[in-house]
């Protein structure tokens, strides 16, 4: 029911930085949460980061913490995610999720974007 485009993505060199945006068509009674996934070739698909629309509440891998930050604009139905000293191991598609929940499975997401590549050179 959501439509999700992901924006933001690029190459970038190690310790440097990129925001990556999510725009969401609307929001549904089911859309509660948004979050960010990705996946490298060969892997799984892995939790980033979420946050929910009302209360900004935040939950982070530990892959990312202390590094990437989430954040949401309301008004604009946009979700962001700022990450900051990237590694090469962040390369991967990134995806944004809108789930009724605050959750890290994929699983628990009902709808989701395109992905935008991001790329991470040494």
């Known amino acids: 029911q959501v439509q999700l485009v992901e924006s933001g993505g690029g190459l970038v060199q190690a310790g440097g930085s990129l925001r990556l945006s999510c725009a969401a068509s609307?929001?549904?009674?089911?859309?509660?949460?948004m979050g960010w996934f990705r996946q490298a070739p060969g892997k799984e698909r892995d939790f980033g980061a979420a946050?929910?629309?009302?209360?900004?509440?935040?939950t982070y891998s530990d892959s990312v913490k202390g590094r990437f930050t989430s954040s949401r604009d309301n008004a604009k139905n946009m979700m962001y995610l700022q990450m900051n000293s990237l590694k090469t191991e962040d390369t991967a598609v990134y995806y944004c999720?809108?789930?009724?929940?605050?959750?890290?499975?994929?699983?628990?997401?009902?709808?989701w974007g395109q992905g935008t590549q991001v790329t991470v050179s040494s």
């Open positions: 946050i929910t629309w009302r209360g900004g509440s935040i």
């Open positions: 609307r929001r549904t009674f089911s859309s509660y949460a």
């Open positions: 999720a809108s789930g009724p929940r605050l959750r890290i499975g994929a699983d628990e997401y009902d709808s």
